[in-house]
């Protein structure tokens, strides 16, 4: 995970200073974290809907990002639509989980010249620390692989 945080740190230094971090990613899924601090909170004391943004989309563009490292192909990736919903205020850690890794290597394996362009949309859910869902997302992401 030193690698993925570190990567945070110099090409999305706002995630990395909120205090968004990369806990665990395979195949399958990708779990980040962040926790309230001074730098990510807002006036009511939860942590800013939009470094919750950060956290939910980082959870679903890494399991992107390791399909295509994986396969060692050249894919333009780009979130196309989001939405959002908020249910109790984030407090303490919260955890972002998209567990969508075997739809999307479905999409990838299809990627080829015929069928260069595909689309899917992409959930994560952030869980507090005793297991309760404070807001989950919705990303469509478009992907054109590049020949």
Known sequence: MFSINYFLFFKLPSAYWSGVRVKSINNNECVVSVKLNWFNKNPFKSIFWAVQGMAAELSTGMLVSKQINDRKINVSM?????????????????????????????????????????????????????GDVVSDFKFEWSFKRKF
Not at 109 to 122: A, G, H, R, V, Y
Request: charged share 25%.
């Open 78 to 130: 780009l979130v196309i639509s989001s939405s959002s919903n908020f249910y109790k205020k984030a407090v303490g850690r919260i955890k972002f989980n998209c567990v969508q890794g075997g739809e999307l290597k479905n999409i990838f394996d299809n990627l080829d010249e015929k069928n260069p362009t595909n689309k899917i949309i992409m959930f994560s859910k952030g869980i507090d620390e005793v």
